[in-house]
């Protein structure tokens, strides 16, 4: 046999040896305990859940483990404005439901309920459906008399220790109370088996943010500041945009961040999460996806690509006139946008 006959027959056995020892060293780097790339993260990317829909039949049947089931109606349950009769009728068919709070200040008209209604009707994908699974909670009673007037699901919150119809001032105390309410109202509704996406009423819908969640977090939550991981709880939280499947996970994490506010009294929601998600992570082992600024954005780090944006949140800006004036803006920007694209199709 030819010395050339032999080095033919060596190389494809080197290319297969190469090939395996990659393949192997891929398999350690991804499934030891020790990976920096984990395999939740790598379905999550797989799938799109960054950025394209991850909704899908298959991909909700990964994540149903440990889901409290749906309560149905209780004995005590005698009107409509019950509010977990209100989720049971507002909730979409695999038990969801949006939420957001409204004062007397913010309900006024041409304030920021109306600008946030006004937004579903301007955004793309024929988004109105989603105001059928809406709850707006109403902070006073003027509040609620206009919501009754332009929805159909508005729940009055009683019972509430400050007077939280006026524009509160950032950090004063009855903003601080306002803020924590929601807290409550999110454990409510997971303690009744559904899952919430809550969004600040300042929150303008361009497109369905439903399509940037992961079903493999527990929870999903905006960020002032974003930095490349969505998982890092390096990344700056904003609480204005929040989703939680309903587990007894979720449930006791809202249980210690609720308690947590007795160690952090003179600050928000937002703020004490900030400072206890490490303890979240390590005690009930939280898993977070931090949304990316380029789809739900905001002023503190601002990206006006429309083809990417679904939300739009005016935080780091301060006083009410501020934020509707910057949003009147941006939505005159957004609809220049969608006219573009309509003379371009």
Not at 42 to 55: E, H, N, S, V
Request: aromatic share 12%; hydrophobic share 35%; net charge negative.
């Amino acid at each position: 046999m030819s010395i050339q006959s032999i080095e033919k027959r060596k190389t494809p056995i080197f290319h297969y040896g190469i090939t395996i020892f990659l393949a192997a060293v891929l398999f350690v780097s991804v499934f030891s305990p020790d990976s920096k790339i984990p395999l939740d993260r790598l379905r999550r990317d797989w799938l799109g859940a960054k950025g394209p829909d991850t909704t899908t039949e298959e991909m909700e049947k990964l994540c149903t483990k440990n889901l409290v089931p749906p309560q149905g109606p209780q004995p005590q349950e005698s009107h409509d404005d019950n509010f977990a009769t209100m989720i049971r009728k507002a909730a979409t068919d695999d038990k969801r439901v949006i939420l957001t709070e409204v004062n007397e200040a913010f309900a006024a008209p041409n304030s920021m309920l109306d600008l946030f209604l006004e937004s579903f009707h301007n955004g793309e994908d024929n988004i109105t459906h989603l105001l059928d699974h809406l709850i707006i909670v109403a902070m006073d009673q003027k509040a609620f008399e206009k919501c009754k007037s332009v929805h159909h699901y508005c729940y009055l919150h009683e019972d509430l220790g400050s007077d939280l119809s006026s524009e509160n001032l950032f950090m004063s105390k009855p903003y601080i109370d306002l803020v924590w309410t929601k807290v409550t109202l999110w454990q409510l509704i997971l303690e009744q088996g559904y899952s919430f996406l809550f969004t600040d009423v300042d929150v303008m819908w361009f497109r369905d943010p439903f399509r940037h969640i992961s079903v493999y977090a527990d929870l999903t939550i905006a960020t002032d500041r974003f930095f490349v991981n969505p998982e890092d709880h390096g990344n700056n939280p904003n609480t204005g945009m929040v989703y939680a499947k309903p587990t007894k996970k979720n449930i006791e994490v809202l249980k210690y961040w609720l308690e947590a506010r007795q160690r952090f009294p003179t600050t928000n929601e937002q703020t004490v999460y900030d400072q206890i998600k490490y303890e979240l992570a390590s005690k009930f082992d939280l898993k977070v996806q931090y949304v990316s600024t380029e789809y739900w954005g905001n002023f503190c780090q601002l990206h006006k690509d429309f083809t990417k944006l679904s939300t739009f949140h005016p935080c780091c800006l301060i006083g009410l006139k501020m934020k509707i004036a910057q949003i009147k803006n941006m939505t005159e920007e957004w609809k220049m946008y969608k006219q573009s694209i309509n003379l371009k199709s």
